[in-house]
């Protein structure tokens, strides 16, 4: 018999998706799976070099629980650089992926009973972390605004027992960029009504312009102390199986964080630390202004081929590497009853396409399609799905 906490949750849609796509094209048929979150290409040669040497100097042992001291200090030197804010190293944990970050995040703010305000579509981990920590997730619809969170919303859900809001910027699953402004509004707010600001930044190399991606800490340098950073090397070194993030915040969470992770996983893979310690020593940020590019350019060409849906609105895709597109239309013209999920996989068994329904991410009417694969497969992926939706009823 399973714990009651199991019920709470469900598996991972994104990760459900990716093994139906995965299932679908093992079975011969000729899958475009558009469904992953991570990036095609290679790591960059500095991380791969500076795991072998690891491997070949014999670091096979333990390190400090949450991290080599070099790379917490290189990590927080380089958050001081992109925040404008001096960060150290006993500000920083790293983690086995931005989703332990998160994990760590919940467990060591929230009490059981807290509310936690999450903009919604919202990356499916959220509120299953939250819930696991005993918490509720209370979700503020962004549908109608862009997928931005309107500030008045969000004063609208704040109760008394509100303890945190996720900020998710570029967002995961639809492509938002939070401009100066809003972050400037929910700061203001997490002030007023004393939160913890959950701030993921994981797809924050990739603001496409006129986007700019922005650190709130960078914008009101008063939310500092309540808030918790969350970034990964995951996409913007395209190393998702790697599983290497980190959280920065106030010095007595990090070490709250240190005393559960020491419980839990221990420090995170010796050899990947060593990789990416290697990549940021070098200084060299060319690999992540490459992939920003080639990602620019997959954006404008997957842009260009979706203007040609005949029902769905204009994408504003400001950041990240997902079209997140708004079938409502689209559904209502299919047979009374039809869902997403019938419409999603109707796209792969029919169209050969793999995209995430939106039900991963409380949406009944989205559809995920990542753009961080090759170019040619995307433009073949995007040119069946336009004409399967086209013609659908
Ligand atoms: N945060 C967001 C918004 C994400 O989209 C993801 C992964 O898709 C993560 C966190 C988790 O990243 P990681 O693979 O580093 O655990």
């Known amino acids: 018999m399973l714990a009651q906490r199991m019920s709470l949750f469900s598996a991972s849609g994104t990760a459900n998706a990716r093994a139906a796509a995965k299932a679908a094209a093992a079975s011969g048929k000729g899958i475009i799976d558009l469904s992953a979150g991570e990036i095609w290409c290679e790591p960059p040669g500095t991380v791969v070099a500076g795991a072998i040497a690891a491997i070949e100097r014999g670091e096979n042992r333990y390190t400090d629980t949450v991290g080599i001291a070099l790379l917490r200090e290189v990590i927080a030197t380089r958050l001081s650089l992109d925040t404008g804010h001096v960060w150290s190293a006993d500000e920083v ?8 970050a998160l994990f760590n995040a919940a467990m060591t703010v929230l009490n059981p009973g807290d509310e936690v305000l999450i903009p919604s579509p919202y990356w499916t981990t959220f509120p299953a972390q939250v819930q696991i920590a005993g918490a509720k997730a209370v979700f503020v619809d962004t549908r109608e605004n862009g997928y931005w969170p309107r500030i008045e919303d969000l004063r609208a859900a704040v109760t008394p027992t509100t303890r945190a809001i996720v900020v998710n910027t570029p967002h995961n699953p639809t492509g938002a960029v939070y401009d100066r402004a809003l972050l400037g509004s929910i700061a203001e707010l997490a002030i007023r009504a004393k939160l913890w600001i959950i701030f993921d930044e994981c797809y924050g190399s990739f603001a496409h312009e006129p986007h700019h991606h922005e650190n709130i800490v960078s914008v009101v340098p008063e939310v500092r102390s309540r808030t918790l950073i969350v970034n990964a090397f995951s996409k913007q070194l395209a190393l998702t199986g790697w599983r290497l993030g ?3 915040g106030p010095k007595e969470v990090i070490a709250a964080v240190k005393a559960l992770q020491s419980h839990t996983t221990s420090n995170p893979n010796v050899i990947a630390q060593h ?4 990549h940021l020593e070098s200084g060299d940020r060319s690999f992540e202004a490459g992939l920003r590019t080639m990602l620019a350019v997959a954006r404008r060409s997957g842009l260009e081929i979706l203007s040609r849906l005949r029902d769905a609105p204009m994408l504003g895709a400001e950041g990240g590497f997902y079209f997140y597109l708004d079938l409502s239309t689209v559904l209502a013209r299919c ?3 039809t869902t997403i999920d019938d419409l999603t996989n109707r796209l792969l068994a029919e169209a050969g396409v793999a995209g995430v329904a939106g039900s991963a991410f409380g949406d009944p009417t989205g559809l995920r399609l990542s753009y961080g694969v090759q170019r040619d497969e995307l433009e073949a992926g995007l040119v069946r799905l336009v004409t399967f939706f086209n013609d659908v009823d």
């Open 246 to 248: 980190y959280l920065a």
């Open 93 to 100: 944990a790293v983690t086995a992926g931005a989703k332990q």
């Open 335 to 337: 047979a009374p009853g």
């Open 275 to 278: 990789g990416v310690l290697a």
